[in-house]
């Protein structure tokens, strides 16, 4: 496993702290399933005023990104 950034560990950590089995269980699919959520986060953000992005989501994605590689 590669080493992550302090903010990407901590969705991680998250990740991890809120499965249904006990915090010290990691679960295989956990960093893909907060890579999905920050990119779903992401896309609910994301949104135009006068053909300008309003809120700039690249932060979270790069984190999903992180979390996938």
């Known amino acids: ?25 990691c679960l295989n699919e956990s ?9 779903a986060a992401a896309d609910q953000l994301k949104y135009k005023l006068l053909d300008v992005e309003v809120v700039d989501c690249s932060q979270l994605l790069l ?3 992180e979390l996938e590689a």
Do not use: E, I, K
């Open 1 to 25: 496993m590669t080493d992550l950034s302090p903010s990407a560990q901590a969705v991680l950590d998250a990740a991890n702290g809120a499965q249904s089995y006990g915090p010290d269980d």
């Open 31 to 39: 960093r893909w399933v907060a890579a999905a959520a920050l990119r």
């Open 63 to 65: 984190l999903a990104d």
